[in-house]
């Protein structure tokens, strides 16, 4: 993908507040710190575009990142903060499952689902994949920081988050480093495939 521009586009919590643009959209899923900012601003070759660490509310944000004027890159709000309470988690589910099932029909076109290589999915990690596929979506399974595991180490580790989530043999684990660029031509080319761009 030849990324001419890359943007900001919309910070939204309620349906009524995101894009109308009739972009396709490729959404990123996982827990907080992750990395899903740090791959967005790596897909699109920019440092600082999707604020990477900690903000305030984040949690509770859906942020749109416009990608040469044609799709967008939806960061949605990160799980697994142990700490929030149970209303947080109530209202970080209701703004998830809003956004999933008001735009699953038109807009979007794929969620990535992004993991740690280095540990196995968490109980979060297995019931966010289920919901998505409850939903019908066509997802990605992202294992990122692979730049903090060996070699060697990459393939058994992604057989083990296969396992955990229990993937179909066609279903695949794009191994990933933010830091060192692995996997970023095999995701764009799985990107290019539902946006038809
Ligand atoms: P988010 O909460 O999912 O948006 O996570 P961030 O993008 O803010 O990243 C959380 C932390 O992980 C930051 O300190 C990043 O620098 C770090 N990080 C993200 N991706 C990688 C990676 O591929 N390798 C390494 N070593 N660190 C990463």
């Not at 142990?82 to 209303?87: F, G, L, N, P, R």
């Not at 540990?119 to 019908?136: A, C, E, N, R, V």
């Not at 992604?158 to 660029?181: A, H, M």
Request: proline residues 4%; without cysteine.
């Amino acid at each position: 993908m030849n990324i001419k521009n890359a943007a900001h586009e919309i910070t939204a919590v309620k349906p009524n507040q995101y894009p109308v643009t009739g972009f396709s959209e490729i959404a990123f899923a996982g827990r907080s710190n992750v990395g899903k900012s740090s791959i967005i601003n790596t897909l699109v070759n920019r440092k600082s575009l999707a604020r990477v660490g900690s903000t305030p509310g984040k949690t509770r944000q859906i942020n749109f990142f416009s990608v040469n004027e044609n799709f967008y890159l939806v960061d949605l709000p990160g799980y697994g903060f142990a700490s929030v309470s149970k209303e947080m988690k109530a209202s970080w589910s209701n703004i998830i499952e809003t956004y999933l099932y008001s735009r699953k029909e038109n807009f979007l076109k794929m969620v990535v689902l992004l993991v740690d290589i280095r540990h196995s999915p968490s109980k979060d990690d297995i019931t966010m994949y289920q919901w998505l596929k409850g939903f019908g979506l066509k997802t990605l399974i992202i294992a990122n920081k692979a730049d903090k595991i060996t070699r060697g180490q990459i393939n058994p580790r992604i057989n083990d988050i296969r396992k955990v989530l229990q993937l179909d043999g066609d279903e695949k684990v794009i191994p990933f480093s933010t830091s060192n660029r692995l996997g970023l031509e095999q995701v764009w080319a799985e990107f290019d495939n539902v946006l038809n761009v």
